[in-house]
């Protein structure tokens, strides 16, 4: 009996002593946010876990967001300031020009329709066709802006209203000022009895140096095989010859 009463009293000890036990946090305890927290523990704000049901945070609440200075992600709602220089202009069919933008200036409009005023550039002499809104073919289109006139697509004009054709069956001449060039495809083309051209503005200096040369040849009996470029230069009647050297 003895002994077996002394084995029971250390048993029954812990467990009365347990149960008499409050609940008090060790010092420098986490906050796990489950049990209600006596001892004051001090949530450190910006934690993920539950917040405690008897002491409230003493930071601001993680779904607050401070404003830390950058840029805002969303729009204040004004107006984008609008470049007073940019000044929209209408082409005129009949001349490629506009009456919109001042006499060092040009229209530019790849539709032919309406564009922006722009600063007429420097000519340039190298061979590099574009159809005028006009209908003439320029020998390119810095030539072209130079002298105030709007381009459209690039090579030269091939069909529609507006295209200035010169010879054909009711021979027909360039305005004053262009060239007509005469440009066919196949060498029957210089048999033709009358063959129909282009009409062309030539700078007054070119260069056939650059890029690879559209070979062509001379109508005549020489047959001189040139470029595109050298033929349309000096004005001579050629047609398209790929087998040129």
């Not at 690039?154 to 027909?172: E, F």
């Not at 262009?178 to 495809?185: P, Q, R, S, V």
């Not at 129909?196 to 007054?204: A, D, I, K, T, Y």
């Not at 040139?226 to 004005?235: G, L, N, P």
């Amino acid at each position: 009996m003895l002994r077996s009463g002394f084995f029971l009293l250390p048993i029954a000890c812990v467990m009365a002593c347990s149960s008499g036990i409050s609940d008090v946090a060790p010092p420098g305890d986490e906050d796990t946010g489950g049990a209600t927290d006596t001892g004051g523990a001090v949530d450190g704000g910006g934690d993920t876990s539950t917040r405690d049901s008897t002491i409230s945070d003493s930071s601001a609440p993680d779904s607050v967001v401070i404003d830390a200075g950058g840029p805002d992600s969303t729009g204040t709602g004004e107006a984008t300031p609008v470049d007073a220089t940019v000044r929209t202009c209408v082409v005129k069919s009949a001349t490629g020009t506009s009456d919109d933008c001042a006499t060092d200036e040009y229209c530019d409009s790849p539709d032919c329709l309406s564009g922006t005023c722009k600063h007429r550039p420097v000519s340039s002499v190298n061979f590099d066709p574009i159809c005028g809104c006009d209908g003439i073919t320029y020998w390119n289109s810095p030539w072209a802006h130079s002298v105030g006139h709007s381009t459209g697509a690039a090579g030269p004009c091939s069909s529609g209203p507006l295209v200035k054709t010169c010879g054909g069956l009711t021979p027909k001449s360039c305005p004053a000022g262009y060239e007509c060039i005469l440009h066919g495809t196949t060498p029957s083309w210089c048999t033709a009895p009358s063959p129909q051209g282009l009409c062309w503005s030539l700078p007054p200096d070119t260069d056939c140096s650059g890029g690879a040369p559209q070979k062509a040849r001379l109508c005549g009996a020489a047959g001189t095989c040139v470029s595109a470029c050298q033929a349309i230069r000096k004005a001579d009647n050629f047609y398209d010859d790929p087998t040129c050297p």
